[in-house]
Nanobody, 124 residues
Framework: QVQLPESGGGLVQAGGSLRLSCAASTRTFSRDRMGWFRQAPGKEREFVAAITWSRGTTYYADSVKGRFTISRDNAKDTVNLQMNSLKPEDTAVYYC?????????????????WGQGTQVTVSS
């Protein structure tokens, strides 16, 4: 079964930066979109950013626009999330996800495969 291990989480002060990465365990894995979601304690999992795999079109939640950048590295077959100007409210477990077939790009129901998550903590 294809896995999506995430890396790059950690503890950072407000205003700092982190870079998350996600690489499919099977490079020939076919997908239509890749996304990042996050879930804070006591809250529902929410959309952060996504990228279509064929054209590379990107989408962002309003709360992260201008601060986060999603990108893909075709050579390494990875998807990255560069997070700048981090705020304490960005603290959450961040999940990488892959969607195959038709589906909403900014909704958890649009994704079929999920990583285990990586913790991001932003201190004030």
């Amino acid at each position: 079964q294809v896995q999506l291990p995430e890396s790059g989480g950690g503890l950072v002060q407000a205003g700092g930066s982190l870079r998350l990465s996600c690489a499919a365990s099977t490079r020939t894995f076919s997908r239509d979109r890749m996304g990042w979601f996050r879930q804070a304690p006591g809250k529902e999992r929410e959309f952060v950013a996504a990228i279509t795999w064929s054209r590379g079109t990107t989408y962002y939640a309003d709360s992260v626009k201008g601060r986060f950048t999603i990108s893909r590295d075709n050579a390494k077959d990875t998807v990255n999330l560069q997070m700048n100007s981090l705020k304490p409210e960005d603290t959450a477990v961040y999940y990488c996800a892959a969607g195959v077939g038709p589906g909403l790009i900014d909704n958890v129901r649009g994704y079929n495969l999920w990583g285990q998550g990586t913790q991001v903590t932003v201190s004030s």
